[in-house]
């Protein structure tokens, strides 16, 4: 007896229909590795050692100098090293924290990051573009942004997805840190623009109203054959 045919894992078809909805606006994909150095995990993003911020990312270090990442936003960072703006990608990929295992956290997760350089894009763009996205992937569904506080954009929000009559946060995102650009050698007075991250997890849980993020690992045929 032949083996059933396979089906894209949940997260996969998750990922890529992210990955589908900012290509079809001018995005392109880049990409990584998942062993970094603490220079482009946190240095080039303005968390310098002993930084506070450095406690919200709970980290895996291999040594002094490697660890694995815990945002995709060091691909932003070699990204631009090497390409003068205007700059639009986005950055999926495995990031690892030292999170305790529950119904909502992983230490090993999936992400999308977002960056947008160019002239004279200022809140409204990131906005704007934030929203399309979510209404793309969600549909017609309450949004809102919340003032927070991330060390490499200023200002800073996290944003809100109405889900079974609560607030979930779905998104972080912010105006790149001028001292961010300016570390890489670009004119911050020339050239503006928006970050963005969000969990892949987060997103299929809420789109297939899935209460446990510990069911996309367990292997389970009965879960998995629902997709």
Same mark, same amino acid.
């Given at each position: 007896?032949?083996?059933?045919?396979?089906?894209?894992?949940?997260?996969? !078809?998750?990922?890529? %229909?992210?990955?589908?909805?900012?290509?079809?606006?001018?995005?392109?994909?880049?990409?990584?590795?998942?062993?970094?150095? &603490?220079?482009?995990?946190?240095?080039?993003?303005?968390? *310098?050692?002993?930084?506070?911020?450095? &406690? +919200?990312?709970?980290?895996?270090?291999?040594?002094?100098?490697?660890?694995?990442?815990?945002?995709? !936003?060091?691909?932003?960072?070699? $990204?631009l090293?090497?390409? *003068?703006? *205007?700059?639009?990608?986005?950055? *999926?990929?495995?990031? $690892?924290?030292?999170?305790a295992?529950? =119904?909502?956290? !992983?230490?090993?997760?999936?992400?999308?990051e977002? #960056?947008?350089?160019?002239?004279?894009?200022?809140?409204?763009?990131?906005?704007?573009?934030?929203?399309?996205?979510?209404?793309?992937?969600?549909? &017609?569904?309450?949004?809102?942004?919340? =003032?927070?506080?991330?060390?490499?954009? %200023?200002?800073s929000?996290?944003?809100?997805?109405?889900?079974?009559?609560?607030?979930?946060?779905v998104?972080?995102c912010? +105006?790149?840190?001028?001292?961010?650009?300016?570390? #890489?050698?670009?004119? !911050? %007075?020339?050239?503006?623009?928006?970050?963005?991250?969000?969990?892949?997890?987060?997103?299929? +849980?809420?789109?297939?109203q899935i209460?446990?993020i510990?069911?996309?690992?367990?292997?389970? #045929?009965r879960? #998995? %054959?629902?997709?």
């Amino acid at each position: 007896m032949e083996p059933p045919p396979g089906n894209k894992h949940p997260l996969i !078809s998750t990922q890529d %229909e992210i990955i589908d909805i900012f290509c079809g606006l001018g995005y392109t994909v880049e990409s990584g590795p998942e062993i970094e150095t &603490d220079f482009y995990n946190f240095e080039s993003l303005n968390i *310098p050692k002993n930084h506070p911020a450095r &406690d +919200m990312q709970d980290t895996f270090y291999l040594d002094e100098n490697r660890l694995l990442r815990t945002h995709t !936003s060091p691909v932003q960072i070699r $990204y631009l090293e090497k390409n *003068p703006p *205007p700059v639009r990608i986005i950055a *999926p990929g495995r990031v $690892y924290r030292r999170d305790a295992v529950d =119904a909502t956290h !992983s230490p090993v997760f999936n992400q999308v990051e977002v #960056l947008c350089i160019d002239q004279d894009i200022n809140f409204s763009h990131l906005r704007g573009t934030v929203l399309t996205f979510l209404k793309t992937f969600f549909g &017609d569904i309450p949004v809102r942004f919340r =003032a927070s506080y991330f060390p490499f954009t %200023e200002p800073s929000a996290e944003v809100d997805v109405q889900w079974k009559g609560k607030w979930l946060e779905v998104m972080g995102c912010g +105006m790149v840190d001028p001292k961010v650009l300016e570390k #890489l050698g670009i004119d !911050s %007075e020339k050239w503006t623009g928006f970050a963005a991250g969000l969990g892949v997890e987060r997103f299929c +849980m809420v789109r297939h109203q899935i209460d446990d993020i510990r069911k996309f690992y367990t292997n389970d #045929l009965r879960f #998995l %054959e629902q997709f």
